[in-house]
């Protein structure tokens, strides 16, 4: 059933790259299930990290997103993972992290937008940095590049309507991204995942 779910996915959606979000289900015959599909990780643990590691996933397949990383965390997960940086505190970890290690480190920010999945309104969210003042923000790392970003506004949402404003919206927001001298954006985490239907009578609008 995984492997058909994962082979629907990648024939629905040529281009695009799908992320398994290991919270979900942590047994390792299913990570390397779905590794062996070609599919990464979201990796919400400096452990989850690891266990992607073990499932013979690449660094570059696995997206360490969580919120609220500590210094061991980040030096658990170092060279890895690609970092998803959730705070300011954040960046500053990562940029003594990377000048201790001499090197120039790509990451992505989680950003809180100014829309929602309904609307343009910006929402309070205790996770990501606000649109606002990461472009108010005077980007002093040396040693840090953002290179991708990652949003997430809202899980199970079945209307493709909705979602299909939701990922231009975060397009539109990538390409503004792509304008600032300290950016050279490769990727974009859609983030809020696949709504499932969990009964008969409900289905994608």
Not at 34 to 40: L, P, S
Not at 161 to 186: E, R
Request: with cysteine; glycine share 6%.
């Amino acid at each position: 059933m995984i492997d058909k779910s994962c082979q629907k996915l990648q024939e629905k959606f040529k281009n695009i790259e799908f992320l398994y979000s290991i919270k979900a289900n942590p047994f390792m015959p299913v990570i390397k299930t779905i590794k062996e599909n070609g599919i990464g990780s979201d990796a919400a643990s400096s452990n989850e990290v690891l266990l992607s590691i073990k499932a013979g996933m690449e660094k570059n397949q696995i997206y360490y997103s969580a919120p609220g990383k500590t210094m061991e965390d980040l030096q658990k997960a170092w060279d890895k993972c690609i970092f998803i940086a959730d705070s300011f505190h954040e960046l500053d970890l990562l940029e003594k992290l990377a000048k201790n290690h001499g090197e120039i480190l790509e990451i992505g920010i989680r950003v809180n937008p100014n829309y929602s999945m309904t609307d343009k309104k910006a929402h309070p969210s205790k996770f990501g940095i606000d649109e606002d003042k990461i472009f108010s923000f005077d980007w002093t790392y040396k040693n840090l590049k953002l290179v991708g970003l990652h949003v997430h506004v809202q899980s199970q949402i079945l209307d493709t309507n909705l979602l299909s404003n939701y990922y231009k919206n975060t397009y539109d927001l990538a390409v503004k991204f792509s304008k600032l001298s300290h950016a050279d954006i490769k990727f974009i985490n859609f983030g809020s995942g696949i709504g499932v239907a969990y009964d008969k009578k409900t289905k994608m609008m």
